[in-house]
């Protein structure tokens, strides 16, 4: 595997699952951020974590919980989600080296809470 | 504060015609600029980015884009739009703490 990957890329569950999202990233990068992304709507940033510490979080409602186990895995565990969470959830990497080599993204996850 | 602008929500260009998608950025120092391409229920991909040297820069599938510091512009540019263009393209900034700001995207519709 290269690059950055997620899985599952779709995902159907109720408002009272519990469920969890996956990225991995195969780049040795030491930065990773979790995005939100909706319809007709920007990017909106949820979680940075800088070697494997949290370093930003966008006001996101506690129905998400991170976890960053290493610096090459990312997870975000969802629960007691709302139908406005349907989104696109994509993951990405970095190096923190300064913002100079960009992020690179995963595929994402489609995720639609009934 | 940091920000990115993509003034043109939608364009519409016809196959082998050239493109130009605008983005400006407000950043107090010297910026690390991206362009990213989304094709449909895909992640983001990286086109080009500059941060330092030739302000016009090289990307795949042809692109480029001109980092214009008095007009903190970084216009993306394409001489013949091909079919398989079509997609949303989003320009972002990167600073020296690592934070990267997205502009809200512009969608590229090509007509045959």
């Known amino acids: 595997e290269t690059g950055v990957t997620q899985t599952p890329r779709h995902l159907v569950m109720g408002m009272t699952n519990k469920k969890s999202l996956k990225c991995e990233q195969h780049?040795?990068?030491?930065?990773m951020y979790w995005y939100k992304q909706s319809a007709k709507k920007p990017l909106e940033l949820m979680f940075v974590?800088?070697?494997?510490?949290?370093?930003e979080n966008n006001s996101v409602p506690s129905r998400f919980s991170p976890e960053c186990p290493n610096s090459s895995h990312l997870f975000l565990h969802l629960h007691t989600l709302q139908p406005e969470d349907s989104a696109l959830y994509l993951c990405?990497?970095?190096?923190?080296?300064?913002?100079?080599?960009?992020?690179?993204f995963g595929p994402g996850t489609r995720l639609t809470v009934l | 504060a940091q920000s990115v602008t993509q003034p043109d929500i939608h364009i519409t260009v016809s196959e082998g015609a050239s493109l130009e998608l605008r983005c400006n950025y407000s950043y107090g120092a010297t910026p690390y600029l991206f362009w990213y391409v989304q094709s449909p229920g895909q992640g983001l991909q990286l086109l080009l980015k500059?941060?330092?040297?030739?302000?016009l820069v090289q990307g795949i599938k042809g692109f480029e884009a001109e980092f214009k510091r008095s007009q903190s512009s970084f216009n993306l540019r394409k001489p013949s739009v091909h079919w398989s263009d079509a997609a949303e393209y989003f320009c972002a900034v990167g600073t020296n703490s690592n934070q990267f700001y997205f502009g809200t995207g512009t969608s590229l519709t090509v007509i045959p």
């Open positions: 500059y941060f330092s040297g030739d302000t």
């Open positions: 990405a990497s970095s190096q923190i080296t300064s913002g100079g080599g960009g992020q690179f």
């Open positions: 974590y800088n070697f494997k510490e949290q370093t």
């Open positions: 780049l040795g990068h030491n930065a």
